[in-house]
């Protein structure tokens, strides 16, 4: 079976879809699936030589929207594909080919205000026709397969619920837990990273041992000043900010950190908060349908907006060590539900049942 992919999110610096996509492609490498069927992957430019088990096109052109509705398909038709696996939201809309797309989430329908007009227009629209045309929709929560079927009108016969998998961070040899709050993920409003600052600044004040890294571009519309933030509560270097992290990079912050903080107000799934406890660093999070759907009891829970109870909550995990084994003992039973495996099997089989 010939199976195309867009592989655009795994050129260049690998983040949120990349990372998806790179654990599925690993897991079908291990368990022979590269070897039964044919995988073509499509990308701007060169990928990793370790996907050298798979057959990668080279199309040439900024990896956006347009590259993917006219570049990527006019490719594509060449290959004789069977099926066509679009992991970013949106499919070629005018590819002949059964296909199956995957959409983490639908932020851009639920939420308008948060996109720029352009971007928010662009992604309804591309989101809404890649969905209704493809044959199945994958996602990754029952959140967000409900948001699916109400804000794009996707009969949910269709949306398949396939967690990713979370694999087990290890420690980094020689690393020890520090006074240290993490987050990591983009920068959007929704996720309420200035807050966090605030939240962060009374701890910051009270111990001059403790300090917070934040993780991730800033995405935010309207624009949040991160560096003005900072400045404001005055933390100077108490608060770092990286823009991005490799993956070394991302596992020496998850073995020093003792407390991870994500507050957001919607998400498909929030998957960095799973990899924090994957690492044995508990999270606290707002409390929303997904986040406990995701966490179940092995994080704690605050209001939206409620900045003391946020202060409480993360001093809780920095200083409080019956707090963190509490949660870290319900760490097993919430990790059991993400597994790579499980994941890339399950979405091979959906690929297959469109030939």
């Known amino acids: ?17 990349g990372k998806y996509l790179a ?16 995988f073509v992957l ?23 929207t347009w590259w993917q509705q ?24 005018f590819l002949n080919v059964p296909t199956v797309v995957v959409i983490f989430d639908v932020s851009f329908a639920a939420h ?5 007009t352009r971007e928010g227009v662009r992604l309804r629209t591309l989101a809404r026709w890649s969905a209704r045309r493809a044959r199945d929709v994958i996602t990754i929560s029952e959140f967000s397969r409900r948001e699916i079927g109400e804000h794009l009108n996707v009969d949910a016969r269709r949306v398949h619920v396939i967690p990713p998998g979370i694999p087990k ?21 929704r996720r309420h990273v200035l807050d966090l600052i605030r939240a962060f600044a009374p701890i910051a004040r009270a111990r001059p041992d403790a300090s917070l890294d934040i993780v991730g ?48 107000d919607y998400e498909g799934l929030g998957l960095t908060p799973l990899e924090a406890l994957s690492a044995d660093v508990p999270s606290v999070l707002y409390d929303t349908a997904i986040a406990r759907e995701s966490c179940g009891d092995a ?31 319900a760490a097993p039973a919430v990790l059991a539900k993400y597994s790579w495996p499980r994941a890339a099997a399950a979405t091979l089989r959906l690929l297959e049942a469109q030939r």
């Open 1 to 17: 079976m010939r199976i195309g992919i867009d592989a655009r999110e795994l050129a260049g610096h690998v983040t949120g879809v």
């Open 23 to 38: 654990g599925l492609l690993h897991e079908w490498t291990s368990n022979g699936a590269s070897a039964r069927h044919h």
């Open 42 to 64: 499509y990308a701007p430019a060169a990928l990793p030589p370790h996907l050298k088990a798979f057959d990668v096109r080279v199309v040439d052109g900024t990896p956006g």
């Open 70 to 93: 006219t570049a990527l398909p006019a490719a594509a038709r060449k290959d004789s594909l069977d099926v066509f696996f679009a992991p970013q939201y949106t499919a070629p809309v």
């Open 112 to 116: 308008p205000e948060w996109f720029r």
């Open 169 to 189: 961070r290890s420690i980094m040899n020689g690393a020890r837990r520090e006074a240290r709050l993490l987050y990591v993920g983009s920068v959007f409003n």
């Open 217 to 264: 571009d800033n995405r935010s519309y309207p624009f949040e000043d991160i560096a003005f933030a900072i400045a404001r509560e005055e933390l100077g270097d108490r608060v770092r900010w990286h823009r991005y992290a490799s993956d070394e990079q991302l596992a020496d912050l998850y073995s020093r950190a003792r407390a991870f903080a994500f507050l957001s």
């Open 299 to 329: 994080a704690l829970y605050v209001a939206p907006g409620d900045h003391s109870a946020t202060t409480r909550a993360i001093e809780a995990l920095l200083l409080d060590e019956a707090t963190r084994k509490g949660l870290l003992a």
